[in-house]
């Protein structure tokens, strides 16, 4: 069982503890709960710990190559929707940066999904890549329904779904803490019936050395 899985197992067991000693606080003498909540804070630190040691597990990994091999899968589950994917890059960049390249093909992946859940009769998505002395920009955007400010707030505050039947919410709140793992950040932008902007910074200072490339 690798790191990362063990940390996702242990999330939900660990979440239902918390909120046991929480609800039986009442019946337990204060130091029953004392005992309970110092065992608890333990556990939680060493997951801490687990938490940042699955983190470590980056690779120095080709942002093009990753983000054109998931704009040619959507290509293909899109098919017949009338959505149009392009990829431009500003110029040739030397993309390969530390992250962990499984997640940020899901993060892609999950915000396309979002960008066709927002064209429902079809539209174009365009992912743009430039970067700046520090950062590589990964811009994906779209001609959608857009977001009104009231939500756009909510989404950028605090997550959730929103006019969606079937939405779990997390996706924005999930690439948000990869990308500040990875020392980067996340951006929200939107406008009602004009489209949504989604903004990847990834920090480019941890280049690798020539061993690494
Ligand atoms: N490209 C977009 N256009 C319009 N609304 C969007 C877009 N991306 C995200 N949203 C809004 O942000 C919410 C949160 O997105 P996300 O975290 O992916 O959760 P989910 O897709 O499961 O609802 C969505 O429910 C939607 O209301
Ligand atoms: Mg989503």
Redesign the pocket.
């Known amino acids: 069982m690798t790191t990362q899985m063990l940390v996702h197992d242990l999330k939900s067991p660990i979440a239902a503890l918390d909120t046991l000693i929480f609800a039986l606080a009442d019946r337990l003498h204060d130091d029953e709960v004392n005992l309970a909540n110092l065992a608890i804070s333990r556990i939680k630190d060493k997951f801490k710990l687990l938490k940042q040691k699955s983190s470590e597990q980056k690779e120095y990994s080709n942002l093009i190559e990753l983000i054109k091999r998931v704009i040619n899968e959507k290509r293909i589950f899109y098919i017949g929707k009338n959505v149009e994917i392009n990829f431009k890059q500003s110029e040739t960049l030397f993309t390969k940066v530390l992250i962990e390249p499984i997640k940020f093909k899901r993060i892609i992946s999950?915000?396309i999904?979002?960008?066709k859940?927002?064209?429902p009769d079809g539209g174009h998505i365009v992912i743009h890549l430039s970067r700046t002395a520090d950062n590589i920009i990964i811009k994906?955007r779209?001609n959608?329904?857009?977001?009104s400010p009231q939500?756009?707030k909510?989404?950028q505050e605090k997550?959730?779904?929103?006019?969606?039947e079937?939405?779990?919410?997390?996706?924005?709140?999930?690439?948000k803490e990869c990308l500040r793992m990875w020392g980067g950040s996340l951006e929200?932008d939107?406008i009602l019936g004009i489209?949504?902007i989604?903004t990847l910074n990834i920090p480019i200072s941890n280049k690798p050395s020539l061993g690494q490339v």
Not at 166 to 175: F, V, Y
């Open positions: 999950d915000i999904e979002n960008a859940e927002a064209m994906v779209d959608g329904v857009g977001m939500i756009l909510l989404v997550g959730g779904t929103y006019l969606k079937n939405g779990s919410g997390k996706g924005l709140q999930h690439a929200i939107s489209g949504s989604i």
